[in-house]
Nanobody
Framework: QVQLVESGGGLVQSGGSLRLSCTLS??????????ISWHRQAPGKERERVAH????????HYTDSVKGRFTISRDNAKNTVYLQMNSLKPEDTAQYYC?????????????WGQGTQVTVFS
C-alpha cells in the first residue's frame, strides 16, 4: 500500500523557518498524478488542512492562517512534497501530517504519514 514518510519537524523560535518533507512510495500510479495535502493537529484541536497541491496542474491552496507564510511544492523526480514554513508563530505548533488519496477499483482511499512534530516557542 501507499506509504508516506514525513521529516523536517523540530523546535524553532517564533519568526523562524522550517521545511517539512513528505516522501511517497509504493505508488500504483505516477507520482505526478497524486494530489497531496499537509494537515496539522494541535493538542485538543481538530485536524485541519493547511496546504494542498493538485495533481498534474500543481495548483495550490492554503488555509487563511498560513497564506503568505507557508509554501507547498513538489519534486516529481524525488516523489516528495515539501512544506516551506516561514515566519512561524507559536500557534503553528502541532503534529504535521501529509495525506494523499488513491483511487483504486474499490474506490478512493486516503493514506496518511506518521506525522512530524513542529514546536514554535516565543
Amino acid at each position: 500500500q501507499v506509504q508516506l514518510v514525513e521529516s523536517g519537524g523540530g523546535l524553532v523560535q517564533s519568526g523562524g523557518s522550517l521545511r517539512l518533507s513528505c516522501t511517497l512510495s509504493r505508488l500504483h500510479f505516477s507520482f505526478s498524478s497524486y494530489s497531496i495535502s499537509w494537515h496539522r493537529q494541535a493538542p485538543g484541536k481538530e485536524r485541519e488542512r493547511v496546504a494542498h497541491i493538485s495533481a498534474r496542474t500543481d495548483d495550490t491552496h492554503y488555509t487563511d492562517s498560513v497564506k503568505g507564510r507557508f509554501t507547498i511544492s513538489r519534486d516529481n523526480a524525488k516523489n516528495t512534497v515539501y512544506l516551506q514554513m516561514n515566519s512561524l508563530k507559536p500557534e503553528d505548533t502541532a503534529q504535521y501530517y501529509c495525506k494523499t488519496t488513491e483511487v483504486g477499483v474499490r474506490g478512493p482511499f486516503d493514506y496518511w504519514g506518521q506525522g512530524t512534530q513542529v514546536t514554535v516557542f516565543s
